[in-house]
């Protein structure tokens, strides 16, 4: 059975997300006193989107979250007033846009969704694209093998999930047949298996396809919370009109930010909140370089990147992390948030309850700093919003379809 979908908990989903909100427009968001008119370069070669990678990273850091260095550890030795002249925060003008739900999005999770619940089909010899469920031994030498055995087993033909030869020699197999399939690992496979002979017994249990169309019986026994093909398609749509009312509420609040920075001037960007942003500039490359199964020097070469270029990226992508932790900063400052304070504290049981942990186990999880500066910044966020004008409009379906 599939989930019924539900509102994702926003409070979670912006753990972090605040922080990575700085990272990724860190660069060409900030304006020096030296040219009021050029933005700095954008970090665009290396620096992608970051948002779970980050929150990963986080993750695996938790444990060393008591030595960290916070921002509010680095702030102390900053003269703020001095670093950034504010703009206008308060009365600004933004335009939010919705999307609107075609009946093409609809049908789009339709389909997914009836790729993903395939229909027994009786006598069927397995083609490939078909979703055969199996249970299969394998042998080396005559000895089963850790990892070589399973029941109830979906699998896709064609899907290449399986070392070649096996799903190809289930082609024409039919439900209750068994075959034998003699195979060789790769030559790049694990250690203890590469390049050694094995055979597969292979007993197909069922033939599945998935259907053209929907039925109330399909939706009744797939989707849950749903018991007709009507209700399936007005829940669809409902949940995508919030999902798009979501991502326009969170394009605005993040539109609204950006253009605070833009009107403010940096005038002088501590090395300490450049390093920082560097750092994380890093720890970002260093993640997609770990995900393609690179280290950091080869990644970058294959991104069209030289160390150079890299490097005047960082710096940039710093400045901009730099610039947007002063701007956040002077405004707390000027409203008198601080860390701690009431406020404070009432977001912060907040977001223990959400995530039910303590705070120590936040902290342990995510690391102060991103907790301190979500709740932070989500106040200087929230701080604009209040006092923003936000004219609203609805895409149009050809414009929602681009």
Do not use: H
């Not at 055969?132 to 699998?155: C, K, Q």
């Not at 082609?171 to 690992?185: K, P, Q």
């Not at 509420?249 to 253009?259: C, G, I, K, P, R």
């Amino acid at each position: 059975m599939t989930v019924r979908p539900e509102r994702e908990d926003i409070m979670k989903k912006k753990l972090l997300v605040m922080m990575v909100c700085i990272c990724a427009a860190a660069a060409g968001c900030s304006k020096d006193t030296s040219d009021k008119n050029n933005d700095t370069s954008q970090a665009e070669e290396v620096s992608t989107e970051a948002g779970t990678e980050e929150e990963s990273a986080a993750e695996e850091d938790g444990a060393d979250a008591e030595e960290e260095v916070t921002t509010a550890d680095l702030m102390k030795d900053i003269d703020v007033e001095k670093c950034v002249t504010l703009g206008q925060y308060k009365g600004i003008t933004v335009e939010k846009t919705i999307q609107t739900v075609t009946d093409e999005d609809v049908e789009n999770e339709i389909q997914s969704a009836l790729a993903s619940y395939p229909v027994e089909q009786e006598g069927r010899a397995a083609q490939e694209g078909d979703t055969v469920n199996i249970d299969y031994v394998g042998r080396i030498d005559g000895e089963e093998f850790d990892g070589g055995s399973d029941t109830g087993a979906d699998l896709v033909l064609g899907s290449g999930q399986f070392i070649d030869g096996f799903e190809d020699g289930l082609i024409g197999a039919v439900a209750g047949e068994t075959r034998v399939l003699d195979l060789t690992f790769p030559s790049d496979y694990t250690e203890d298996l590469s390049g050694k002979d094995v055979e597969f017994t292979v007993t197909v249990n069922a033939v599945k396809v998935p259907l053209e169309e929907p039925t109330d019986e399909w939706v009744a026994a797939n989707i849950d919370g749903y018991n007709t093909v009507e209700e399936y398609r007005a829940g669809i749509r409902s949940q995508q009109e919030e999902n798009n009312q979501q991502t326009a509420d969170n394009q605005v609040q993040y539109t609204a930010w950006m253009q605070v920075v833009d009107s403010s001037t940096i005038n002088e960007y501590p090395q300490t909140l450049v390093d920082m942003g560097k750092d994380l500039y890093r720890q970002q490359a260093e993640l997609y370089a770990k995900f393609s199964g690179q280290d950091l020097e080869e990644f970058i070469e294959s991104s069209g990147v030289t160390m150079d270029e890299y490097e005047e990226n960082a710096e940039e992508y710093g400045k901009g992390v730099a610039a947007q932790a002063l701007v956040s900063q002077a405004i707390c400052d000027a409203e008198g948030y601080q860390i701690g304070d009431e406020a404070y504290q009432a977001a912060l049981e907040q977001m223990m309850s959400d995530y039910g942990m303590t705070e120590d186990e936040l902290y342990e999880n995510y690391g102060r700093d991103n907790v301190e500066q979500t709740i932070q910044l989500q106040r200087v966020y929230d701080l604009i919003m209040d006092n923003a004008t936000v004219t609203e409009t609805q895409a149009d379906a050809e414009s929602a379809e681009e």
